[in-house]
């Protein structure tokens, strides 16, 4: 039989489902596709082949005994490393947190487990999930599987590129600005941060509380449709109060026609600077696609997103201040031996834990929230967040969803944002809908006219209309993937993974 990297996860589901082979088999062919590929892609930071080969143990038992299985039956899935896993450890890619073992499960990680899927292992990202190209974790690079000499994207680069690379069919990321939708463009596969609320953050190391939300990585629309139904399972989480139940079943409405519906686009954004003439020419194309299967393009108008990304870098930085003061070797964290005092250990533990971007984003956190600043940056950036909220409202009178591009351009190489601003401006498309708390979803286009690299659009929508992305990336998926999802990138395909 051919590798695992072929087959859907629900393919993987139903077939586990229907004895055609076991969840233990499919677990041993992921972890084997992770010890072929890994080594270039780096991916992982961690594996837990124990953790996976029990998960498919029991996924088996059960089927063996007659009970009814899980829609996400024996499928290997990867965590991003800010996800508590019991039985690994969480370390947000960080010094700080490098021996932290996860003293719970995170909700989020737990209803996957719970859908029947096999937890692979822990994926790299940037340090405590501060950049866009997983270059800033305190371990190593993570590289896209398309080309390794670029960057993933990030900051959840390891989630995105494990799925790029055929390691894991679905994974979880977290998105404060971007992180699962820009990453997911620059590898070419399926990426949604669900509306603010959809998905508990419980259990997901706090980066920017009014920002974060988790959610899924998928080759396909369908994949990330699944996942979305086991994250949301259950209902609202207890032990997060902003979570909220979301009572829809992502599969239902997939396949609909799109015929009649408004897709609003705005012109501004799609002559933005930075944005590549490839990207805009790909997102007009899937504009053209939505239009033959019927649906209208409007115009629409957010007249305060230019400064979405100023005001981004003042809350942001201003809520990972305080949620990150919790790492003072004491509480929590690398501790550093042998100080003299209190305020010495407290002082290098910080110095020597953290990185560098991550250094800077407290220290202008520190800055902007002490007496005097605050006034002068961190009200007017609410204000802003007020504003371009209200933009989101009325552009939503005139159309159903918003169609534009995810990243400003294909992926990358290796240390060539050299400088933190630059990075920033990654993010230009996508923090606009955290700072809002929508959903938003990033969809492949295939390989780019000029650069041959992945190029993705990204669609957004009202709160709590995450479905209703899902039925547009479907529609965008049908003209651009005809095979129904993204492929695994060549270099990797059916490299080990053979199902036996
Ligand atoms: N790139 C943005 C930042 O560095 C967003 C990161 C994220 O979404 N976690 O803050």
Request: charged share 20%; glycine share 10%; net charge negative.
């Amino acid at each position: 039989m051919a590798s695992f990297d072929q087959l859907s996860a629900a393919q993987i589901a139903a077939g586990v489902a229907n004895g055609d082979f076991t969840a233990v088999e499919v677990a041993r062919a992921a972890l084997d596709a992770v010890g072929a590929r890994d080594g270039e892609v780096k991916a992982f930071l961690q594996v837990s082949a124990d953790l996976a080969l029990e998960a498919a143990e029991k996924t088996d038992k059960a089927r063996a005994a007659g009970e009814k299985l899980g829609p996400l039956a024996g499928v290997p899935v990867a965590f991003k490393d800010n996800m508590n896993l019991v039985g690994t450890r969480t370390t947000c890619a960080s010094r700080m947190l490098a021996n932290y073992e996860s003293p719970y499960t995170a909700t989020c990680v737990q209803r996957m487990l719970d859908a029947g899927a096999t937890p692979v292992g822990k994926t790299n990202m940037d340090e405590f999930a501060f950049g866009s190209s997983t270059e800033s974790s305190a371990f190593h690079p993570t590289a896209n599987p398309w080309d390794t000499a670029r960057v993933p994207g990030g900051s959840s680069g390891g989630s995105a590129a494990a799925v790029a690379a055929g390691e894991v069919t679905v994974s979880l990321g977290s998105d404060t600005g971007g992180s699962i939708r820009q990453p997911a463009s620059l590898c070419g596969v399926v990426g949604m941060k669900p509306t603010y609320g959809a998905v508990s953050r419980y259990g997901v190391v706090a980066f920017g509380s009014s920002l974060d939300q988790a959610g899924p990585f998928g080759r396909s629309v369908e994949d990330v449709a699944l996942a979305m139904n086991a994250l949301t399972a259950g209902g609202s989480d207890p032990w997060d109060s902003t979570s909220q139940l979301v009572d829809v079943d992502f599969l239902a409405h997939l396949n609909d026609s799109i015929e009649g519906r408004r897709v609003g686009i705005v012109p501004a954004l799609m002559e933005a600077a930075g944005l590549t003439d490839e990207v805009r020419d790909a997102v007009i194309a899937a504009g053209r696609a939505l239009q033959d299967q019927g649906a209208e393009l409007v115009e629409v108008d957010l007249p305060n997103i230019a400064s979405a990304i100023a005001a981004y870098y003042v809350i942001a930085p201003c809520e990972a201040f305080s949620n990150l003061a919790r790492f003072d070797g004491v509480r929590y964290g690398y501790q550093e031996q042998g100080c003299a005092t209190l305020a010495e250990q407290t002082s290098l533990s910080r110095a020597h834990g953290f990185g560098e971007e991550a250094k800077r984003r407290q220290m202008l956190g520190a800055y902007l929230l002490s007496s005097g600043t605050y006034d002068k940056y961190y009200y007017p950036a609410q204000q802003v967040r007020t504003l371009i909220t209200a933009d989101y409202a009325r552009a939503y009178e005139q159309c159903d969803v918003i169609l534009m591009p995810a990243a400003p351009r294909t992926a990358f190489k290796f240390g060539e944002l050299s400088d933190p601003t630059q990075m920033y401006a990654s993010d230009l498309f996508t923090i606009s809908n955290n700072i809002v708390g929508n959903g938003g979803v990033s969809v492949p286009l295939g390989l780019g006219a000029q650069s041959g690299l992945p190029v993705s659009a990204q669609l957004q929508g009202p709160a709590f209309a995450d479905d209703r992305l899902l039925t547009f990336a479907r529609a965008i998926e049908r003209s651009f993937s005809p095979d129904g999802g993204a492929p695994v990138a060549p270099a990797f395909a059916g490299k080990g993974g053979e199902l036996a």
